[in-house]
């Protein structure tokens, strides 16, 4: 192995899956030279996670995704689990999806225009790296991480390419996104804590198109329960199906397939099997104790290692952590926040990992599991999942909140009514002519909402004084339900992050706006 020259670049991204190819396009749109590497040849092969959240949507959207590249799915779209002997064989009773939901008898609430996504992650990678490499990103596959030194200003990290030749890469800041087994993680001394291991599943990925019929009554998750077998069973429509075996045994590639037939309750004989490959993975808890190290950021599942469960609180707390470092990375590298920004993204980010995993461990699914050595049992208050999904505040320096009121760590959209700290929230308006969501007025740059003309002159006057660019939205026709939505009175306005979350507000008119808001404006964007 010999060393090559070091090359020099803005942000390092480690791990080229759905939360690194995320925070790369979030990055590539502002221009900042980025470099992702990814010690697998491709986008990944097996379906894996395919339950993609309307919070997770909308942040493809404000990235500027399509309906046909990131599809949602139809509005009366359930998804539907039945407990089974086996697929052909004898079916027993529908397994409610979220029981604690499901026996709630409330009014149906709309906080999103958009719906969920079930397109399965290993179709979603390469549509996300496409857009990556096209804004530019420089897409490094077969290279792996081998170290790290921070040095002053810089990181400089060691790798190694697809010909097993060394190299360097010198950086402003890392991003981690290298799996819960990061190597970025263990080589910065970062220790987890969390509710500890459950136990390993093995799955086996595999073609039968013949069986996508049995997905006709509507149910796509079968759970096999045979007194010598447990298992999941998920029937993709494009006619894969994978096969989770939920324990620690040991399988030989006979035995698994034997397995899938017996899952199946038919014959080889009777159906088409192609076998496309098995692999193993760990289940359980594991939240890192620090995620932002110096110039170092770990994300996704390198920063907290949550099972798949109902909420869908795994892959998609990692696309939310794509998000709030990209903008922050760009607001500093750009020159227009202060490096003290960056320490915002551990205290924002750290508590809603904490949360998730709390909530997930309280759930039927995971309460009665035992683990190996866990370090944390809690109990909690079950939270509703648009609690969770659009209603997690942030506390940092860059949120200016009352902090003489003792706020939930969630709630429904609707009791926050866009407190300084939270996800804005979504109304329908008019603007330009065009009636659309202030969700989709957020994703690139600092909005100001209002329904006074005043607080617009007020900010153009500052922008032009600090030569700065911060967009304004006056609303006025659809004043009332913005007002009330977003716990205005007339006069009032809310200043929205590039990430979608209200940083702070003044429900009225106030003597001396520009003065106001120059000073808000200096908190929040750590001028």
Known sequence: MTSQSTTTTSVLIVGGG????????????????????ERRASTLQHPRADGFTPRTVEIYRSLGFSQDEIPEKPADFKLRRVRVESLAG???????????????????????????????????????????????????RGHEFVGLAQEGEEVIATLKDDRGEVYEIQAKYVVAADGSQSRVREALGVTRSGHGHVHSTKSVLFRAPSLVSYTEKGFTQFTIDQPDLKGLLLVYKDGRLVLHLPNDREFTEEGLRSLVYKAVGKPESEIDVKFMGSSRWDVGGFIAERIGIGRVFLIGDSAHSLPPNRGGYGVNTGIAD????????????????DPSLLETYEAERLPVAWLRHDQIFARADFKTLETNGSTRKVEVELLEDDAIEFGQIYRSTGILQDTSKDLPDAQLPDAWAGQPGTRAPHVIIEVEGRRISTLNLFGRHWILLTSSDVWAKALKEVCIQQNRSLGVVSIHADGAEFLEKYALRVGGCSLVRPDGYVAWRSATTVDAPKQILREALGKVMFL
């Open 18 to 37: 759905l939360s690194g190819l995320t925070a790369a396009v979030a990055l590539g749109i502002y221009g900042i030279p980025t470099i992702l590497i």
């Open 322 to 337: 794509a998000q709030n470092i990209a903008w922050k990375l760009t607001s500093v590298l750009k020159g227009n926040s």
């Open 90 to 140: 004898k079916w027993f009773d529908e397994l409610a999806w979220n029981p604690q939901e499901d026996e709630k008898d409330v009014e149906v609430k709309v906080y999103s225009p958009y719906n969920g996504c079930t397109t399965p992650q290993d179709l979603l990678e390469p549509v996300i790296q496409k857009r990556a490499i096209e804004l530019g990103v420089d897409i490094r």
